[in-house]
């Protein structure tokens, strides 16, 4: 079975550029979550989706990042304009349903702001 | 809301001998908890969960055990091996939220 696919792994961009983060979960898969890791720190949920409808983003920023799952199977988030606290690695997981909690992670994209 | 804290952000362990990771956790009412290993530049990987009614569960070389009257949660791994040098992360999840809250990790650090 593959697993959750996330690109680019890495990404440098300087403070107020724009930049996006491309998920696919595992197939079957209903909920998808993006986080950020901070270094040093456990992952922090940014939004949760059921199929393509939101479920949780109460701790999206939501002045800067946005995050969409069109078609109820990949999914996008992305940051503009980016500030240097931005630099964390951003992680997708998917689970197969809201009411299943084993969630599966991909192996994140490590963003950098300069 | 809920927060999970871990009790130590490093620990090491000779090869061989047994390692114990503690969380706590705030909320009452959270009814699933679960371990993840991460290791350098890869995602969070599942090893063991537990759900609320029970206060053990045993895997391969893995316990968790769940003491919710002191909001408690371990992680014991055996005779553990230098594969098993990563970063180690609690996560509680509960009925109503339907999302997991993580703790701040522990380092594994296993000496041959």
């Known amino acids: 079975e593959a697993g959750v696919a996330q690109s680019p792994r890495y990404k440098i961009i300087e403070k107020r550029q724009s930049v996006a983060f491309w998920c696919n979960p595992i197939?079957?898969?209903?909920?998808l979550y993006w986080y950020q890791q901070i270094l040093g720190q456990g992952p922090k949920l940014l939004i949760q989706?059921?199929?393509?409808?939101?479920?949780?983003d109460s701790q999206l920023p939501k002045d800067r990042f946005s995050a969409e799952r069109l078609k109820g199977v990949d999914s996008t988030l992305k940051i503009q304009p980016a500030k240097l606290e931005d630099s964390a690695v951003y992680l997708c997981?998917?689970?197969?349903?809201?009411?299943?909690?084993?969630?599966?992670f991909g192996p994140g994209t490590r963003l950098t702001v300069t | 809301g809920e927060s999970v804290g871990l009790h130590l952000p490093t620990l090491s362990v000779q090869e061989g001998d047994n390692s114990i990771i503690n969380c706590a956790y705030s909320?009452?009412?959270?009814?699933?908890f679960i371990w993840y290993k991460q290791e350098s530049g890869k995602g969070p990987q599942f090893i063991i969960d537990?759900?609320?009614?029970?206060d053990k569960r045993q895997g391969q070389r893995v316990t968790v055990l769940l003491n919710k009257t002191v909001k408690h949660l371990s992680l014991q791994i055996a005779a553990t091996q230098p594969g098993d040098s990563a970063v180690y992360f609690c996560a509680v999840g509960d009925t109503g939220r339907r999302a997991l809250t993580f703790g701040s990790g522990t380092r594994l650090q296993v000496q041959p």
């Open positions: 997981a998917s689970s197969l349903s809201t009411y299943r909690y084993e969630q599966y």
């Open positions: 197939s079957g898969h209903a909920t």
């Open positions: 989706f059921q199929n393509n409808g939101v479920v949780d």
């Open positions: 909320n009452s009412a959270s009814d699933y």
């Open positions: 537990i759900r609320s009614n029970m």
